[in-house]
């Protein structure tokens, strides 16, 4: 059946967020290691992510689809990219996958 009004809600949400994160892995590689939100302003949203590289790729692809994500919650999204170098950048996924 069709979904409730709250479930399409839902759905877009979730369509927004994923799509940023789609976007954080455009290459296909890992070059994306941790992302976290920075404080900022209200109305705004300034995602940091570390990469072992420039990712350039990442941050067109997040610039191209971040109009859902700031449409579907009202703010305005930017990115920041912090390279690391790759011994930092494998130490820390580690860490994340529970093997550091």
Known sequence: ?????EDRSRAVAL?????????????HSS????????PAPAGTVTLVASAHGEAE????????KQELFERTFG???????????????DRSRDEIAGLG
């Open 31 to 38: 070059l994306v290691g941790q992302i976290w939100r920075e």
């Open 15 to 27: 369509t927004a967020i994923l799509r940023i994160a789609d976007a954080l892995d455009a290459a």
């Open 1 to 5: 059946g069709a979904l409730s009004a």
């Open 75 to 89: 703010v305005e999204l930017h990115l920041r990219v912090e390279a690391v170098d790759r011994a930092e950048y």
């Open 57 to 64: 790729l990442e941050q067109w692809m997040v610039r191209r």
